[in-house]
């Protein structure tokens, strides 16, 4: 089985300030990781991915993460948060052996930054 | 301007009546989902195509059916059988079910049942 956790429903930051927005994993073999973003009653956009390689993963508007996998931990990181940032924030997980098709995701971090 | 449209936006429904959600892409992806988001619970898989004329259930299928006649359309029904039916509704695409492929949604209808 896999699962995801992001242990924080909201995360508070003030413009101008790095962020962090948490995510672990669970799967029985080796993981592809995703964080996508949602704004207010719109679809998922998607961010970032890790597939291979290199653990410090680059994505768009900004945005990276870290692959951390002794910590199954996937968290995604901005050294200059912006306004505009502020949206909910989904990671999400897909066994790469088993579950084909399948992705698993959290139940979502909403990231509030204020000016 | 490629993407994933679903319609309607926002969608009312009386009890006991089933009620078909659209989703069409233009991406030329072998693969589609849906899922339903719920307040506080994230995004839960209801049904997923891998190709044309083959589906398979998610984690939520009872009281949902889905059809996959042509590789751009992957419309889902909620049937009188879903026992609680109001949620937001996700369409979403991918080049294949293949792990490492991100995917893309639609921007989501609405359904409220009363």
């Known amino acids: 089985a896999q699962s995801v956790a992001q242990p924080e429903d909201q995360v508070n930051v003030a413009e101008g300030n790095p962020l962090t927005v948490k995510c672990t994993y669970s799967?029985?073999?080796?993981?592809?990781l995703f964080w996508y973003v949602q704004y207010p009653n719109r679809g998922l956009q998607f961010l970032l991915k890790?597939?291979?390689?290199?653990?410090l993963v680059k994505g768009s508007y900004g945005f990276e993460a870290e692959f951390n996998k002794s910590q199954t931990s996937f968290h995604l990181k901005k050294p200059s948060a912006l306004v505009s940032d502020s949206a909910l924030y989904f990671c999400a997980v897909r066994d790469r052996e088993t579950n084909a098709g399948k992705s698993t995701f959290g139940d979502g971090t909403t990231l509030t930054v204020k000016p | 301007d490629g993407g994933i449209t679903q319609s309607p936006k926002y969608l009312f429904r009386k009890e006991g009546q089933n009620v078909t959600l659209s989703c069409e892409q233009n991406?030329?992806?072998?693969?589609m989902y849906w899922y339903r988001q719920d307040p506080g619970q994230g995004l839960r898989l209801i049904y997923y195509s891998q190709i044309v004329n083959d589906f398979q259930k998610g984690d939520i299928a009872e009281g949902y059916s889905v059809s996959r006649e042509k590789k751009e359309s992957f419309p889902l029904t909620v049937t009188s059988a879903q026992k609680n039916p109001t949620a937001f509704y996700l369409c979403?695409?991918?080049?294949?079910?293949?792990?490492?492929?991100?995917?893309?949604f639609g921007p989501g209808t609405r359904l409220t049942v009363t």
């Open positions: 991406l030329n992806h072998d693969a």
């Open positions: 890790y597939i291979t390689g290199d653990n």
């Open positions: 979403a695409s991918s080049i294949s079910t293949s792990s490492s492929y991100e995917q893309y």
């Open positions: 799967v029985s073999g080796n993981p592809y």
